[in-house]
């Protein structure tokens, strides 16, 4: 009997074998996803004024522009953003099985999943807006390493990341009808007040990166005050004043709650307004869909990273020199410097700002070899009698509202001309045609400068230099405007308004690698 079993298994163990069974492979090594590579920041200048109404009070540092630090490579290689760039090769491995990552929450996100306004919400993401919530987590693979390094160097969850996304859809440019601005949707007043510039040539609201510093000022603060980052995102939504009258007038239905559920036990009382009610839900339901869009049937681009170098440009440039000198094209320096307004840089100092990942290491050498017709930003027209902007501006190839971009306190008389005698800053074809048709400085409440005309006394001041790019928001603010405009460019290179602060000496060149920004 037992010489037949074995008989029989011999005879089983043959045919398996024959048939082409084997063992179970060993697990093959997963492919290992891209690498952010982190650049180290800078920061420098004075801190800034307090938080507004929604800030809580805590003083905030000024960020400033990109700074960056020692290298042997580039003048850029350091830059206060994280430059997110693909990993290498992930070796032989055709056959390797990856995994997704399992879904993780640094919120209360999966207790809070089954409550109403979160399941209403996750329908309408899924469903009736589902082409814009695609639209947005598209965006979001372009900013994620920004957004989550900002919110990970504050100390913050990332998964308050959603609320940019519920702000704005990810859009740097987004323009509500209160006038809040940017990806975080700041009002002017508490932009400056978490030490975001805002004025007429540069808003940083508009700027992913140092919006997202702003906004992880502003939540920290809230979360200090509240200690709930669900009430932090209400009082960032609805005011820091209101969140906290609520939580004194219905103490006694709240005290009872605590972390996160205290947020709900207010927005039970109804004292909130609909919209802040529905803030945090809306929130929640954004990070359910997102972390899992394949469930819900969205499709999902994968854009490419906002990666970059920081490289020195003097005050003034156009975008235009600045994309010629980094061998690229106007709209991606615009699109990496979304903050500058007027298609060219501030007047004054030289600035920080980015080009191309891998562009930095040559820009200084490229930028002194362009003809100074490249770095001009404008010329000065002296208004004569009779003159108008639309009458300067035709002449010039320009309209008159671009025209007035430039001349934003030009005085005029009962007549609607020009009074005799200003300085007319007229701009370069590319100057202008890289300027941002920004909504009406008047209701963004940029601060203007007096009436008295512009006169050529005034534009030959242009010449000295202006505060550093990194002073505190509350003293660069009031500044909408240049007082001085600079005189035009000189035919020599050398003698040119812009170029000799524009141009980094080589002497200078590796001092700016291995020094902070004053």
Same mark, same amino acid.
């Given at each position: 009997?037992?010489?037949?079993?074995?008989?029989?298994?011999?005879?089983?163990?043959?045919?398996?074998?024959?048939?082409?069974?084997?063992? #179970?492979?060993?697990?093959?090594?997963?492919?290992?996803?891209?690498?952010?590579?982190?650049?180290?920041?800078?920061?420098?200048?004075?801190?800034? #004024?307090?938080?507004?109404?929604?800030?809580?009070?805590?003083?905030?540092?000024?960020?400033?522009?990109?700074? #960056?630090?020692?290298?042997?490579?580039?003048?850029?290689?350091?830059?206060?953003?994280?430059?997110?760039?693909?990993?290498?090769?992930? !070796?032989?491995?055709?056959?390797?099985? @990856?995994?997704? *990552?399992?879904?993780?929450?640094?919120?209360?996100?999966?207790?809070?999943?089954?409550?109403?306004?979160?399941?209403?919400?996750?329908?309408?993401?899924?469903?009736?807006?589902?082409?814009?919530?695609?639209?947005?987590?598209?965006? %979001?693979?372009?900013?994620?390493?920004?957004?989550?390094?900002?919110?990970?160097?504050?100390?913050?969850?990332?998964?308050?990341?959603?609320?940019?996304?519920?702000?704005s859809w990810y859009n740097p440019h987004a323009y509500?009808?209160?006038?809040?601005? !940017?990806?975080? %949707?700041f009002m002017t007043g508490t932009a400056r007040?978490?030490?975001?510039?805002?004025?007429?040539?540069?808003?940083?609201?508009?700027?992913?990166?140092?919006?997202?510093?702003?906004?992880?000022?502003?939540?920290?603060?809230?979360?200090?005050?509240?200690?709930?980052?669900?009430?932090?995102?209400?009082?960032?939504?609805?005011?820091?004043?209101? /969140?906290?009258?609520?939580?004194?007038?219905?103490?006694?239905?709240?005290?009872?709650?605590?972390?996160?559920?205290?947020?709900?036990?207010?927005?039970?009382?109804?004292?909130?307004?609909?919209?802040?009610?529905?803030?945090?839900?809306?929130?929640?339901?954004?990070?359910?869909?997102?972390?899992? *869009?394949?469930?819900?049937?969205?499709?999902?681009?994968?854009?490419?990273?906002?990666?970059?170098?920081? /490289?020195?440009?003097?005050?003034?440039?156009?975008?235009?020199?600045?994309?010629?000198?980094?061998?690229?094209?106007? *709209? @991606?320096?615009?699109?990496?410097?979304?903050?500058?307004?007027?298609?060219?840089?501030?007047?004054?100092?030289?600035?920080?700002?980015?080009?191309?990942?891998? @562009?930095?290491?040559?820009?200084?050498?490229?930028?002194?070899?362009?003809?100074?017709?490249?770095?001009?930003?404008?010329?000065?027209?002296?208004?004569?009698?009779?003159?108008?902007?639309?009458?300067?501006?035709?002449?010039? !190839?320009?309209?008159?509202?671009?025209?007035?971009?430039?001349?934003?306190?030009?005085?005029?008389?009962?007549?609607?001309?020009?009074?005799?005698?200003?300085?007319?800053?007229?701009?370069?074809?590319?100057?202008?045609?890289?300027?941002?048709?920004?909504?009406?400085?008047?209701?963004?409440?940029? *601060?203007?400068?007096?009436?008295?005309?512009?006169?050529?006394?005034?534009?030959?001041?242009?010449?000295?230099?202006?505060?550093?790019?990194?002073?505190?928001?509350?003293?660069?603010?009031?500044?909408?405007?240049?007082?001085?405009?600079?005189?035009?460019?000189?035919?020599?290179?050398?003698?040119?308004?812009?170029?000799?602060?524009?141009?980094?000496?080589?002497?200078?060149?590796?001092?700016?690698?291995?020094?902070?920004?004053?």
């Open positions: 009997m037992i010489q037949n079993r074995r008989t029989v298994l011999s005879a089983l163990a043959a045919v398996l074998g024959a048939a082409g069974c084997v063992r #179970p492979r060993p697990a093959v090594p997963v492919v290992p996803a891209p690498v952010v590579a982190h650049d180290v920041a800078h920061d420098a200048g004075n801190a800034a #004024p307090k938080a507004a109404e929604g800030g809580g009070g805590a003083d905030v540092p000024r960020p400033v522009h990109d700074a #960056p630090a020692a290298a042997a490579d580039s003048i850029a290689a350091a830059a206060s953003e994280p430059v997110v760039r693909p990993a290498g090769p992930a !070796g032989n491995a055709p056959d390797a099985v @990856t995994e997704a *990552p399992p879904i993780t929450w640094d919120l209360d996100v999966e207790a809070n999943a089954g409550r109403s306004r979160v399941a209403y919400f996750v329908d309408v993401f899924s469903g009736r807006a589902k082409a814009p919530f695609e639209v947005a987590l598209s965006r %979001q693979t372009r900013y994620a390493g920004i957004i989550g390094d900002k919110l990970k160097t504050a100390g913050l969850p990332q998964d308050l990341t959603y609320l940019a996304l519920i702000e509500s009808k209160a006038a809040a601005v !940017g990806m975080w %949707q007040g978490v030490g975001l510039r805002v004025d007429w040539w540069i808003d940083e609201r508009r700027d992913p990166v140092r919006a997202t510093e702003g906004a992880a000022r502003l939540l920290l603060s809230l979360h200090e005050d509240f200690g709930s980052f669900f009430l932090a995102a209400a009082a960032y939504n609805g005011g820091s004043g209101r /969140v906290s009258r609520g939580l004194t007038q219905f103490a006694t239905r709240i005290d009872p709650f605590e972390g996160e559920d205290r947020f709900f036990a207010l927005s039970d009382t109804r004292y909130l307004r609909p919209e802040t009610r529905d803030y945090v839900p809306k929130m929640i339901a954004a990070a359910l869909v997102a972390k899992q *869009p394949d469930r819900y049937g969205l499709r999902v681009d994968t854009l490419a990273p906002f990666a970059f170098d920081s /490289v020195l440009a003097p005050g003034g440039t156009p975008l235009a020199a600045i994309a010629a000198a980094a061998r690229t094209d106007v *709209p @991606t320096i615009a699109d990496l410097n979304p903050s500058v307004l007027r298609g060219m840089l501030p007047v004054g100092d030289s600035l920080w700002v980015r080009v191309p990942a891998g @562009t930095g290491t040559a820009f200084v050498e490229r930028y002194a070899a362009l003809d100074s017709a490249v770095t001009t930003a404008w010329r000065i027209v002296t208004s004569k009698k009779g003159e108008s902007m639309a009458s300067i501006a035709k002449k010039h !190839g320009l309209t008159a509202k671009k025209l007035g971009w430039y001349n934003p306190s030009v005085a005029r008389l009962k007549s609607g001309n020009l009074v005799p005698g200003q300085a007319i800053r007229v701009p370069s074809l590319a100057v202008a045609d890289a300027a941002m048709d920004v909504p009406n400085p008047a209701i963004e409440r940029y *601060p203007r400068r007096s009436r008295r005309p512009v006169t050529r006394a005034d534009a030959g001041a242009a010449k000295g230099p202006s505060k550093p790019a990194g002073a505190s928001a509350a003293k660069s603010a009031p500044k909408s405007a240049p007082k001085s405009a600079p005189k035009p460019a000189a035919k020599s290179p050398a003698k040119s308004v812009t170029k000799p602060s524009a141009k980094v000496p080589a002497s200078k060149a590796g001092a700016a690698r291995t020094t902070k920004r004053p």
